[in-house]
């Protein structure tokens, strides 16, 4: 053992150590990883804490929100839709020279049948021209239409410079009101049509409630029992109010939408979820404006169970701050404190203090430098070049670092893939698997609504093209165009003779089997393979003897049809359960098979069942909730046999069991990144670069005096380099270098 060094030479070497580099080197990863690994002990001890299930579990308020959203997007559409109808139509019917008033209702009649009154009516004096069904309250449309389109003229917007209102009849319901602006042969006449405001297609049941409120909390519209109606309502709407104008999350639902804990009594509490039928900033939605809510409530069953994790935390968190304090320990004491007495030993060479000899390492790289250094000294007391010194036993500092990491990772591993699994036999609320049925519900009934629309614009179109009895092809095409400008569901459009021979068309090729008949009218599904479903609504020409004209839907449409968020993997399949459309999450295979045959059992089942079908499905590796609906209702896609089909994994949605085994997954990546990333960066960037310095201090022990040694950072490894190089120039002005090989 070397000698103890006197009291003084102690202090100069602790004035030596201030000239150590404070910035890179190992002691900043370790002490990074030191911190690192303290926090995640601290995360893991607070995330995995007792999940109460003592109210109602937040799974089930989240998926009651949800259910108000899809209720909120479908009743926007569905408005939105009767107000792009009523002006695109009025906009066919546009021309140089005047259509008369009754020809006008008369063949949007013969279209539509979502208006339950139509008029036209003359807003400069005020008198009706013609009138369909249910009286209309033309009071404030005259009051508000003379003005405006008194100022506009024949430069006003779109609608004539009246936007959607609702008003409320004598009876007591309410009605929404649109108009259009009639220019033909130099003059303006409102089109004018008074719809019901329906509830979404949401099945209710027993169970759930489900309004329509305005911005007061006003009811409108209702469906199912009476559920707490009017507190909550006026709540809901509140606060969808207060939200309303603010940006929405991206990909969220454009309006504000959230969730209430209602009432209780001794076994049930209800659970209120609500959205606003609003619209993103810059999107153009004119029912985005009526300050409409939907509110759903329902009861549901209290559980107070509760999913007990605390314990496994906080023992998690101590096996891991005696791993950190472990693993810190054995890197200062073999990588970091080996590195500054390296450091100091070839200062004190280098500055010619040659009376002791240098200090023995553990350690592989550091016992060979110091030999080596050794050596060195002993060259500059007069001795020759010699290899004697090499030191090879001992363990090596890579490996040291390995072994490190391996302890951690013996912590992280099983946390993140292993432990507190939640497994197969998760208690999932009934009212969940029976929101997944309501929501396919209403994903199939807002498709099946979508076609019949599209179907419904085609016959409108139709309409005109028979107006001109097929002589003027310019006209009919021109017309066409508008449609495909006006309407983003088609990919084409186009007339079709009795042959099924195209006679105009706008748009992309037509994919109408060639030599074929045009169906009659209906949404017929043309192919059953290929790249991608061609679908199409198919619209006889009055009097047009044969002649079809044909709008062949997008696959983009039906794709934003059936994506909705906290839904899952949504599939639109066809008779043969043949995917034709799937999320835009996931993708799919145009015309492929359903992933399971428990979807195609399910499929099977919903087609016998009046509002679709539902059921957990258990596996050994998880939970899923799938649900499968039917097009119901009729309309131009009654023969199609169409369902949408769902299926959600279990471990998405936010029960107590799945939140705590999300915890424990977390706590273990946070280790696994914390580890790799600190011992990574300390292996990079000491332990290679202190391999090389071992190899560089034995080359020029052993009697290389050419190669100039220089510092690749400014850290420990480098200050011995610099010292290594102080050493070298010594040398080589002591005696002239010998070659490395034999003499």
């Known amino acids: 053992m070397p000698p103890t060094a006197p009291r003084g030479a102690r202090r100069r070497k602790i ?15 370790i002490a990074a990883l030191l911190a690192l690994l303290l926090l995640v002990a601290g995360a893991t001890a607070l995330v995995l804490g ?103 003229g024949n430069k006003g917007d779109k609608d004539g410079g009246l936007a959607p209102r609702l008003v409320k009849l004598p009876s007591g319901e309410t009605r929404m009101l649109v108009t259009a602006a009639l220019r033909d042969g130099g003059k303006l006449r409102l089109l004018v049509a008074s719809g019901t405001l329906n509830v979404p297609g949401i099945s209710t049941g027993e169970n759930r409630s489900l309004l329509v409120v305005d911005s007061a909390g006003t009811v409108l519209a209702k469906d199912g029992p009476s559920i707490t109606r009017t507190t909550w309502a006026k709540r809901a709407a509140k606060t969808a109010a207060a939200a309303f104008g603010k940006t929405p999350e991206p990909g969220g639902h454009p309006g504000a939408s959230g969730h209430l804990m209602g009432g209780s009594d001794k076994k049930h509490r209800t659970a ?62 073999t990588v970091q404190r080996p590195l500054i007495q390296l450091y100091l030993e070839s200062r004190r060479i280098g500055r010619g203090e040659l009376d002791r000899p240098v200090r023995k390492f553990r350690g592989r790289e550091p016992a060979r430098i110091g030999a080596a250094l050794e050596s060195l000294r002993g060259q500059l007391l007069g001795g020759r070049p010699t290899r004697t010194g090499r030191a090879r036993g001992g363990f090596g500092t890579r490996a040291t670092v390995i072994v490190c990491g391996v302890v951690l990772l013996a912590w992280a591993a099983p946390l993140l893939l292993l432990l507190n699994r939640a497994g197969s036999g998760v208690t999932v609320p009934k009212q969940l698997v029976e929101d997944q049925r309501r929501r396919t519900d209403t994903a199939a009934d807002r498709v099946r609504k979508a076609l019949n629309e599209g179907w419904a614009d085609v016959a409108s179109v139709a309409q005109i093209v028979g107006a001109g009895g097929g002589k003027d092809d310019a006209a009919d095409k021109a017309v066409l165009q508008t449609t495909l400008r006006e309407h983003p569901r088609y990919r084409s459009v186009y007339v079709l003779d009795a042959d099924g021979k195209v006679l105009t ?26 790249k991608e479903p061609a679908v199409a609504a198919y619209a006889a020409v009055p009097g047009g003897k044969g002649r079809t004209v044909v709008g062949e839907y997008d696959p983009q449409f039906l794709i934003s049809m059936v994506t909705r968020p906290g839904l899952g993997q949504v599939w639109l399949v066809d008779d043969k359960h043949r995917v034709l459309a799937a999320d835009r999450q996931h993708g799919f295979l145009a015309f492929s098979k359903l992933p399971g045959r428990h979807l195609d059992t ?21 939970s899923s909730l799938a649900a499968a609906a039917p097009f119901t209702g009729g309309g131009a896609v009654r023969d199609l046999g169409w369902q949408v089909v769902s299926e959600q994994p279990a471990s998405w949605l936010e029960l107590p069991e799945y939140t705590a085994q999300r915890h424990t997954m977390l706590a273990g990546l ?74």
């Open 15 to 29: 004035r030596r150590r201030a000239d150590m580099p404070l910035l890179g080197g190992a002691r900043p990863p």
């Open 50 to 152: 007792d999940h109460d299930r003592a109210a109602v579990d937040k799974a089930v308020l989240s998926s009651q929100q949800r259910v108000a959203e899809d209720g909120a997007v479908a009743l926007r559409a569905s408005l939105d839709e009767s107000v792009t109808d009523l002006q695109r139509a009025a906009a066919l019917f546009t021309g140089p020279e005047a259509v008369p008033a009754d020809t006008v209702l008369d063949k949007l009649g013969k279209v539509y049948n979502k208006w339950r009154g139509l008029a036209i009516i003359d807003p400069a004096g005020g008198g009706l021209l013609a009138a369909r069904g249910e009286t209309i309250p033309l009071a404030d449309v005259l009051k508000d239409g003379s003005s405006k389109t008194a100022d506009n």
């Open 272 to 333: 209120v979820g609500y959205a606003a039928a609003g619209r993103s900033p810059g999107e153009t939605s004119p029912a985005g404006g009526l300050g409409l809510s939907v509110v759903t409530s329902v009861k549901v069953t209290e559980d107070a169970k509760a999913v007990r994790t605390q314990a496994f935390g906080l023992v998690a968190a101590a096996v891991l701050l005696v791993l950190a304090v472990l693993v810190t320990w054995i890197l200062v004491r």
């Open 505 to 530: 068309r706008a748009g992309a090729s037509p994919r109408h089997p060639g030599g074929r008949k045009p169906y009659a009218d209906s949404v017929a599904q043309l192919n059953t393979s290929g």
């Open 602 to 622: 399910l499929a099977v089942k919903a087609r016998k069942a009046a509002n679709g079908t539902a059921l957990l499905h258990r596996t050994a590796g998880g």
């Open 670 to 743: 946070l280790g696994v990144t914390a580890a790799v990333a600190c011992l990574g960066w300390l292996h990079i960037l000491v332990i290679r670069p202190l391999r090389t310095l071992a190899g560089q201090a034995e080359a020029l022990a052993g009697g290389d005096r050419k190669t100039v040694l220089f510092p690749q950072h400014h850290d420990e490894a480098g200050a011995v380099v610099r010292n290594l190089e102080l050493i070298r120039q010594q040398l080589t002005q002591k005696q002239p270098a010998r070659p490395s090989g034999r003499n």
